[in-house]
């Protein structure tokens, strides 16, 4: 058990719906971090939250948003879904945000979309 | 876009064998990352090692780390079947914001 939690753990949804993903953190790290895994693309960073601030941006669509709160869980908003949004989303944590730590992973939450 | 490139994508061996994965990186790093995936699960940290090291080992996991060729190697000795995951390297990008970029990883599978 990492002490990452995601919610929830599976999801399945329409074209054109909006969904959101949560993410609680270990408890005392203050970064949090978003991929989305899939079979061709591998694991793409979407974004990086430090204490509440966006730290780093990847390729995130627009249609994404992401936001940390005061009590440092991280919530992950995707609408107007696709088919192609389909895949694993992951969320980590680490210390800090200092480059020189290790990610903690949750056990991801697989989208689906029909 | 991708920092770490890993080689081979995929690799089968037999238990008891060594297994050897390569990875290649673009940019100047602090440290670089493994990290091993098993099927449709999160990731799980397997070692870190720093810009100013060569090797680290951490059990039957040795990691290797060349600057000036921007490559690192990860070797699995006496593999068994439960070492069967897919494995990235991963480092942090040295720009404003600290994203930690994973490789396309390895799939390494070992048979009984």
């Known amino acids: 058990d990492s002490g990452v939690t995601q919610t929830p753990k599976h999801l399945i949804t329409a074209t054109g719906q909006r969904v959101t993903l949560r993410c609680s953190p270990r408890?005392?790290?203050?970064?949090v971090y978003w991929y989305q895994q899939s079979l061709d693309q591998g694991l793409q960073f979407l974004i990086h939250?430090?204490?509440?601030?966006?730290?780093a941006k990847g390729n995130i669509l627009e249609r994404f948003s992401a936001q940390q709160f005061p009590d440092l869980h991280s919530e992950l908003n995707l609408s107007s879904l696709e088919l192609g949004d389909s895949a694993l989303y992951f969320c980590?944590?680490?210390?800090?945000?200092?480059?020189?730590?290790?990610?903690?992973f949750g056990q991801g939450t697989r989208l689906t979309v029909v | 876009s991708q920092q770490g490139e890993e080689d081979p994508q995929a690799l089968s061996i037999q238990e008891g064998e060594n297994a050897t994965m390569n990875c290649s990186y673009k940019?100047?790093?602090?440290?670089l990352q493994w990290y091993r995936q098993n099927s449709g699960r999160g990731l799980v940290h397997l070692i870190l090692?720093?810009?100013?090291?060569r090797e680290k080992h951490s059990g039957r996991l040795r990691v290797t780390l060349d600057t000036s060729k921007k490559s690192s190697s990860l070797l699995i000795t006496a593999s068994r079947a439960a070492d069967t995951a897919s494995y990235f390297c991963?480092?942090?990008?040295?720009?404003?914001?600290?994203?930690?970029?994973f490789g396309k990883g390895t799939t390494l599978s070992v048979s009984s």
């Open positions: 980590a944590s680490s210390e800090e945000g200092r480059m020189n730590t290790e990610a903690f």
């Open positions: 408890s005392g790290d203050l970064s």
């Open positions: 939250y430090y204490n509440g601030e966006e730290r």
């Open positions: 940019t100047s790093i602090n440290n």
């Open positions: 090692i720093r810009s100013n090291e």
């Open positions: 991963a480092t942090y990008i040295n720009q404003a914001g600290t994203a930690l970029i």
